[in-house]
């Protein structure tokens, strides 16, 4: 008996499965600071508990992307103490790694022998700790690159348009027993439902057929975290895009708890969804008992166990409609203030007599959803105080709100929406574009329409300024490409720069999906960094804690021409450029407090004027400017060159040296024309996108390295104007 026993251990594959652990939640809040790594810990422990095989996690392990560097280190210990012992993994993994682990190593962890790792943890990344920045790095990574988790599911998206991601398995052997290991970190859903429904978009790998082991016998799993119930269908994954060969799903993202396996009709396959391990959202969702699932597996066959969490705080949840309530006087505030505070009591009572572990009862969340039409509300804040030391959250106790027209069906749909509070009525660029029939004449909608995701939902501070280097350096090229320089004029450069724009959207619909194409993420970017820092010469330093921008400025050079700097003799021995006796007023007194635009840290020379709206409206100031510029062989010509060149680092700094920024047509104000001097043989514009160097520019460099360190103020703002 005990042989079969033993036997039967040695071919099922034990799973612990737990999703939206949201490490570091109100990590600031003194009461429910320790919530989230109190559940994690007891997972962990529920794991070694049950002696499983490996825990798999799906995605929003952190609740930051950038998690602090205390959940950092709470994590590490909690993973260090769970997983690292002498206890021999018992299944083996028999797919390529280097193709399962993007990361340098290439294996899987428990195989590293600088570690003894016992207890297995495999991860997805969720809509909180999703990659981000130019190195396309998670938090997870970090714990990937301590050995403690491995990460998979990793999608490289390229380019603007749908797409294309390859799911690989992980192929797991344990005895007789089988399973093929799905994993699909977080997408938008909205690219990820277009994608299922664009054929080929989504390739799926099967396990290759060998002897005695047919395909038929590979159980397979799939891993993802996206939304399953949404109100519009084009931002959600409908359970039937995923394929019918699938066996078991593990759905994360959605924090209610439906742990039981639930089966798709049509499909074949079942579905868990355990929900996350502590409340995120004070709603009737949030409220039930939190569990984890044991997933058992032998042969084609599962078994699922669910386990309660008991560490997690208790949350009680009601609802009360004040016109159902026949002793609330409508103009009466103390008669509802009592009514409120019997249903308050009532529900700390509840969590009392329900609390597992008497030895440490902690503070029940308590949530009253008040429909109060046709009553005067209260002050939540003020109502709260009473139960501070008795509730967890004692200044949101209270919600109000009012009965739906459309009856109370819809109203109860519209909470199960509020699972996830952080996703608000948000509006991409593009559908912005479409509504008002605009047209984007410089960048792409769809690179900026990822630059704002960026910005805002992983908090990237280079996103748009990424954005325009990428979409400067692309339309130079293609203009260098296909164009006679000599043979421009102002009239042609602006019909080209558009035409440029339609070429390279059409390119990239037609592009490869490794082709290296503008995304946040992309290494190309980080090429193109690296070619401005020494062809273009202005390196940008941004830190992720500090908005502060430090520049150092040199000459660029094109590819290909040859152009050394040499400062100019007659400029060295200067310690100012000279101004002229103009612009007094808004120039007089900001010499000190210098600006610099995104030109600056290009370091390509721009006229006076601020960024324009669009390339022909650039042109067209940019006519008026070129009656400024003097003859550079004439002494009064140097300092008109000089302004011009200060005016890359300075925008602001410009008008007070003597020369007003030039006017576009229907301004009030007329351009300043100069008095003597002819007109240069290349705009500003022209010599952007062209990338010629004029030797009347070299005079600068000594004044740059003398200059402090200027301060990124403006660089956004004149791009939200811009586009």
């Not at 380019?159 to 970190?185: C, D, E, N």
């Not at 798709?264 to 396959?269: D, E, I, N, P, S």
């Not at 079942?270 to 009737?284: C, E, F, N, Y």
């Not at 400017?625 to 002494?635: F, L």
């Amino acid at each position: 008996m005990g042989d079969s026993s033993r036997e039967e251990f040695s071919d099922t594959l034990r799973i612990l499965v737990a999703t939206d652990c949201h490490l570091g939640y109100l990590e600031k809040d003194e009461v429910r600071r320790h919530d989230s790594f109190q559940a994690f810990d007891e997972i962990c422990s529920i794991a070694e508990q049950k002696n499983v095989d490996f825990v798999l996690l799906g995605g929003d392990l952190f609740h930051e992307n950038k998690p602090s560097r205390s959940t950092l280190v709470k994590a590490i210990e909690i993973l260090r103490r769970h997983c690292l012992s002498d206890q021999p993994v018992q299944f083996q993994v028999v797919s390529d790694q280097t193709v399962n682990f993007a990361n340098m190593f290439g294996h899987v962890n428990y195989e590293d022998p600088h570690f003894n790792v016992g207890l297995p943890v495999f991860s997805i990344h969720g809509n909180h700790d999703d990659p981000a920045g130019v190195d396309n790095l998670s938090a997870v990574d970090i714990l990937s690159a301590c050995n403690l988790v491995n990460y998979f599911g990793k999608m490289v998206l390229g380019g603007s348009g749908v797409g294309q991601i390859t799911l690989s398995p992980i192929l797991i052997r344990k005895g007789t027993t089988s399973v093929a290991l799905y994993g699909l970190g977080n997408i938008r859903d909205e690219r990820l439902n277009r994608m299922f429904q664009t054929p080929h978009a989504v390739q799926w790998i099967r396990p290759e057929s060998q002897e005695g082991l047919p395909l038929s016998d590979w159980f397979n799993i799939l891993v993802l975290h996206q939304n399953r119930v949404k109100a519009n269908p084009k931002n959600a994954i409908n359970e039937h895009m995923l394929p019918e060969f699938l066996d078991f799903i593990v759905w994360g993202h959605e924090h209610e708890c439906l742990v039981d396996p639930q089966e798709v009709l049509g499909k074949g396959f079942h579905i868990t969804q355990p929900g996350s391990s502590v409340a995120t959202s004070l709603i009737d969702g949030e409220s039930k008992p939190k569990h984890v699932l044991l997933l058992e597996i032998k042969g084609n066959q599962y078994r699922p166990t669910k386990i309660p969490l008991t560490s997690v705080r208790p949350f009680e949840y009601t609802e009360v409609i004040l016109k159902d309530e026949p002793e609330i006087d409508p103009n009466d505030q103390n008669s509802i203030l009592e009514r409120l505070d019997e249903v308050v009591r009532r529900l700390i009572d509840k969590s009392r007599s329900n609390a597992v572990n008497r030895s440490e009862v902690k503070l029940p969340l308590v949530r009253l959803k008040v429909d109060y039409s046709g009553f005067m509300t209260i002050n939540p804040q003020k109502f709260g105080q009473k139960y501070v030391g008795k509730v967890a959250n004692p200044q949101d106790i209270l919600i109000f709100t009012k009965a739906s027209k459309k009856g109370r069906s819809e109203g109860k749909f519209d909470d199960s929406e509020r699972l996830r509070p952080e996703e608000l009525n948000q509006q991409n660029i593009e559908a912005l574009v479409a509504e008002n029939n605009l047209k984007m004449e410089i960048l792409p909608v769809n690179d900026l329409d990822v630059a704002l995701h960026n910005f805002v939902n992983k908090d990237e501070k280079t996103a748009f300024h990424s954005c325009v280097l990428y979409n400067i350096e692309e339309t130079r090229n293609k203009i260098a490409q296909d164009s006679d320089p000599l043979k421009f004029e102002e009239e042609d450069l602006i019909l080209k720069v558009g035409e440029c724009l339609e070429d390279r959207l059409k390119e990239r619909s037609t592009r490869p999906k490794d082709s290296s194409q503008f995304t946040s993420t992309a290494a190309s970017l980080e090429g193109f960094r690296g070619k401005s820092a020494a062809g273009l010469g202005s390196a940008v330093s941004f830190s992720d804690d500090e908005d502060t921008t430090q520049m150092t400025g040199s000459k660029s050079t094109a590819r290909g021409r040859r152009g050394s700097v040499k400062p100019s003799s007659s400029e060295v021995g200067k310690g100012k450029t000279s101004t002229r006796g103009r612009g007094r007023g808004r120039g007089r007194g900001s010499t000190n407090l210098k600006q610099t635009t995104l030109d600056a840290s290009l370091g390509i020379r721009h006229s006076q004027r601020s960024a324009s709206v669009s390339a022909s409206a650039a042109v067209r100031s940019i006519a008026n400017d070129d009656d400024d510029v003097d003859d550079v062989d004439s002494p009064s010509s140097d300092e008109g060159i000089n302004e011009v060149n200060n005016s890359s680092e300075n925008e602001e700094s410009v008008q007070d040296r003597g020369r007003k920024r030039a006017a576009p047509r229907g301004r009030g104000r007329g351009s300043t024309q100069s008095k003597r001097g002819k007109k240069s043989d290349s705009t500003p514009v022209y010599r952007m996108l062209m990338n010629q160097d004029d030797d009347d520019d070299d005079d600068d460099v000594t004044k740059r390295f003398n200059k402090p360190p200027p301060r990124v103020t403006r660089n956004y703002g004149a791009l939200r104007r811009g586009n």
